[in-house]
Structures are given as structure tokens and as C-alpha cells.
């Protein structure tokens, strides 16, 4: 029997995870994205442990984990320096059931798109 098709539009975090999710479960996937290439852009992702445990489903969660930088005080700031929201690892840990990992959001598409059949994702 044929493979059951799907076609994802967007080649962002949600669409290769929802990709490889569908690649996992043996379905034909094609990822199209309008952008020319997947170039590194941005910087830092933290991963909640929700995040993280999507992540287990597609068979990620552990290696994302072994790659984590360093936790330990952290927070958001305006521009201005001035602090919105202030946390650190075991406060964070305690609310969510466990610890954010921050990764590099580059490092992150990487690995997912990686886990797919390179015929799958069409750029441009
Ligand atoms: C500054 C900033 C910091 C953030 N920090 C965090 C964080 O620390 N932790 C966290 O969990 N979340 C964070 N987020 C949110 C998180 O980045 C987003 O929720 C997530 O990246 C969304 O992923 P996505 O795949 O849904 O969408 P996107 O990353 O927006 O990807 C969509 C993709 O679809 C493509 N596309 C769009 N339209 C079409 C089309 N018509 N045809 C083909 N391709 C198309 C786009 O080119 C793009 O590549 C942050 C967001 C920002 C802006």
C-alpha cells in the first residue's frame, strides 16, 4: 500500500518537528519552505520541559538535552537593562517539572531537520 502523504508549510521548529512526527509514524513527508535556504538565524531558545517532551516523541529530547549551555540565573531584559522577568534553574525546575535547556536555535533546526529524508525538505 501507498504511504499516506503529507505536505508541511513551513520549515520553522513547529513545522520540521510536526514533520519528523509524520516521518516517525511512516507517512511520505514534504516540507516546503519559501525561504531560499534554512540559514542559521536567531540565537538562544530555552526549552521548557512541555518543549522537551515534545521533543521525546520524535526521538530528539535527550541528545537536545546532552547539548544544553549552562543554567543558572537568568531572566529577560528590556533594552533598557532594566529586568521583565527574573528566574534561575531550580526555581524554574520547581514550577514546570524540570529544568529549561538553552540551546542555540540554529544548533536546534539542525538536529530535527537532520532526522529527516534530505529529499524531503524543498526551500525556495
Ligand atoms: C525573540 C524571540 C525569542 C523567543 N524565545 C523563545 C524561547 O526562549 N523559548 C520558546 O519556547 N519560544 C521562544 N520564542 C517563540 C518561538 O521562537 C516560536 O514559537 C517558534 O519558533 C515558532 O515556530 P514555528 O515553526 O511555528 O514558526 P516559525 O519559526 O515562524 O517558522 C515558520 C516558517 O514558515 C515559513 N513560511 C511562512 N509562510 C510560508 C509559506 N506561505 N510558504 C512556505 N513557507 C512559509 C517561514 O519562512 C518560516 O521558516 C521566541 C520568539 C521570539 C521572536
Redesign the pocket.
Known amino acids: 500500500m501507498d504511504k499516506r502523504r503529507a505536505v508541511v ?8 518537528t510536526a514533520a519528523l512526527a509524520l516521518h516517525r509514524s511512516g507517512w511520505q513527508v514534504t516540507v ?4 531560499g535556504s534554512l540559514e542559521p538565524v ?1 540565537a ?5 520541559p512541555n ?1 522537551q517532551r515534545a521533543l521525546d516523541v520524535v526521538g530528539l529530547g535527550d541528545e537536545i538535552r546532552s547539548l544544553a549551555a549552562w543554567q543558572g540565573e537568568g531572566g529577560m531584559r528590556a533594552p533598557s537593562g532594566r529586568w521583565l522577568a527574573r528566574t534561575d534553574a531550580s526555581a524554574a525546575a520547581e514550577r514546570f517539572g524540570g529544568p529549561l535547556v538553552l540551546v542555540h ?1 540554529s544548533l536546534l533546526i539542525d538536529r530535527i531537520a537532520a532526522r529527516l529524508p534530505a529529499a524531503a525538505l524543498r526551500t525556495g
Do not use: W
Not at 516546503?32 to 525561504?35: C, D, G, I, S, T
Not at 538562544?44 to 521548557?48: K, M, N
Open positions: 508549510i513551513g520549515s520553522g521548529i513547529g513545522g520540521l516546503l519552505e519559501r525561504a536567531g538562544g531558545i530555552g526549552l521548557a518543549a536555535r
